[in-house]
């Protein structure tokens, strides 16, 4: 499948190509180009000559533009499902309802730019202005890079397409290079409803060849990324050269805390939502289990029990819960990890055993919480890593000893023992008596620490991908 530059399918200038696999089946399923710097150039050179005319259409032409690309979307729902599903080992029920994101995520967007208005600052306000108004208008930021992570490209797509063409961007997307199909259909679609050539565009590659060739670009105005804190931080580096506007959503290590008043058989639930879900592959999942001593036999019997239900095997499979990892390396990464937990101490009671990129759901307890895994070594894969604690005080001692600090949540019966817990958790995000595992299209959702900077959702992109521009009207009332 070949890219899409200034509206017309394009292969790499060098004719490199990566190959996409299907991590369930190991078969090949299409191949892609490795673009180069040379494409890189190109595309941001169009999409800077694009940018002015798109920001002068009126934002409910915007609007209708993108209904006719949902309804393009719904029609082509079926194709874009089974492509997701196969690239990624994503079980095709989650993937039917991540292709369904996309109508709930531009709507909320395109929603919410209808009212994007300025402020007025009053005259008298402040001493000597009288008799001048002031007020604020906002602006886009001009040329944008959307770099987009394995684990949800479509849900990612949404937060971070919809939101810069909106606020009048053009946006070059950089999908990820194990599985970017989904996403070179999506951007043709949103071509056949109508979007000008240049406005956005998607070029496939390596990170370190494609991505850092965009991150890089001195046109390049904002950036915003998804993706793992080493990663991140390389693009912070490299935006700053040039003055971009960067916004990172990175790693997380999320603490599930368990507290003695529990309720124990809600917790379980809520572990196969927040912990199984994309085989674990989940930045916002809940990966640290901190629960007290005196509820882990329940806890771990009841795990255990709830994860024998599960079903595992073919992602295309109507019936299969827990797919394949994205990459038979990330699965092996995933077994390191586990045998580095119990090199440390820890005790798989449950699983524990792979199969190709497959991987059983896990269960390892009585991990130490001078333990890798229970600071900052991030399992991405179906692992419930249980770290045993003696009360509310040492729980919030073990989440917050890790660098990283996107989201957390507290499990007890006292409210006011919860809100005290989510003041103290040094996160972006807290729950009650639910999985971390939370992220709504309306929320602001972003990390503290090493979890990344700047916030993504309907409240709050629009702030990251546009530029506020006062304008004075002097002695006006004079």
Known sequence: MQNIINGKWIDASDKTVLTIINPYTNRKIDTV?????KDVKKAVEYAKKAQKPWQEVPVHQKVKILQKFLDLVDE?????????????????T???????????GFEAFMEKSKHLYGNVIPAGTEAGQENTIQFTVREPLGVMVAIIPFNFPCDLFDQKVAPAILSGNTIIVKPPHQNPLTLIKLTWLLHEAGL???VV??????????????????????????????VGRSIYVSGAKNLAHVSLELGGNDAFIVLKDADIDLAVEEMVWGRMYNTGQVCCASKRFIVDKTVLKEFEQKACERLSKLVVGNPADKKTDIGALVTLSACEKVQAQIQNAVNQGGKVIYGGRANGAVIEPTIITNIPKTADVANDDEIFGPVVSIIPCENENEAVEIANQSNYGLCGCVFTKDMNKAFKICAQLQCGGTVINGASFH????????????????????????????KTKTITLKNILK
């Open 196 to 198: 000008p050539k240049g």
């Open 439 to 466: 992220r709504s299209f309306e929320m602001p959702f972003g990390g503290y620490k090493f979890s990344g900077i700047g916030t993504e959702g309907v409240m709050s992109t629009f702030d990251e991908v546009t």
């Open 76 to 92: 082509n729902k079926d194709d874009l499902a089974k492509t997701l599903s196969q690239e990624t080992g994503k079980p095709i």
């Open 33 to 37: 180009p490795n673009m180069t710097k």
């Open 94 to 104: 989650q993937a039917y309802a991540e292709i369904a994101n996309v109508r709930i």
């Open 201 to 230: 565009q998607v070029l496939t590659g390596e990170g370190n060849k494609t991505g850092t060739a965009l991150s890089t670009h001195p046109d390049v105005h904002g950036i915003t990324f998804t993706g793992s804190t080493a």
